[in-house]
């Protein structure tokens, strides 16, 4: 379905090239700290903005074929392993894209990245299982549902990651930096095993 309705991922890709371009007009010299907002702002809204709709998309004649042929574990499980591959292809080129017209100014940029990685792999799952929820109450504002259950969701998420990459801007290479990163990682399995856990109750609306 989204190799046929390719525009969702365009459409993602357009506004991450224009984004870069404007603030490369607005702001030809950025400070570290500026960069650094920027980059995690712009993650966090691609991934929302590419996947958020995961479910809401399906018809209900769909989610019926889905519900005849595979357990919910097996659906939900292969929609956040999707979502997640999406994502990430989205991050690389978006890094690619933002290094390349902004500079790559981080002084440890292989921990910079895997903290990207566990980033967008933990609000992938997040809003996978956000819009499941959305799909399942039937309302006309389920887009609209799904930024304001998922947003406060990734808080925590968002505050570790913000946590870790400053001390991998700065060049920080101790224990604690590697001790935020499985923090981060756990905390991408712990959303992972939920949703498997919660999306059996949804499945049965």
Not at 64 to 90: M, Q, R, T
Not at 116 to 130: N, P, R, Y
Not at 173 to 193: N, Q, R
Request: some cysteine; hydrophobic content about 60%.
């Amino acid at each position: 379905m989204e190799w046929r309705l390719k525009f969702a991922v365009q459409g993602t890709l357009v506004q991450m090239f224009t984004s870069v371009f404007l603030i490369f007009l607005s702001l030809n010299s950025l400070a570290l700290p500026v960069w650094n907002a920027l980059f995690w702002l712009m993650i966090l809204f691609n991934t929302i903005n590419s996947i958020a709709k995961g479910f809401l998309q399906e018809s209900e004649g769909k989610l019926l074929y889905y519900h005849s042929i595979c357990k919910p574990e097996s659906l939900i499980i292969s929609k956040i392993v999707f979502n997640a591959i999406i994502s990430l292809i989205l991050l690389l080129i978006f890094a690619a894209v933002y290094s390349l017209v902004l500079g790559f100014k981080i002084s440890n940029p292989v921990q910079y990245l895997l903290v990207a990685v566990l980033f967008t792999i933990g609000l992938s799952t997040v809003f996978t299982m956000v819009s499941a929820i959305g799909a399942s109450s039937g309302s006309s504002g389920s887009s609209i549902l799904v930024s304001v259950l998922g947003l406060p969701l990734v808080l925590p998420l968002l505050l570790v990651t913000v946590q870790t990459a400053k001390k991998a801007m700065d060049g920080i290479e101790t224990w604690s930096i590697y001790k935020d990163m499985a923090v981060l990682g756990l905390m991408d399995l712990m959303l992972f095993y939920l949703s498997v856990v919660l999306f059996k109750f949804i499945w049965k609306n």
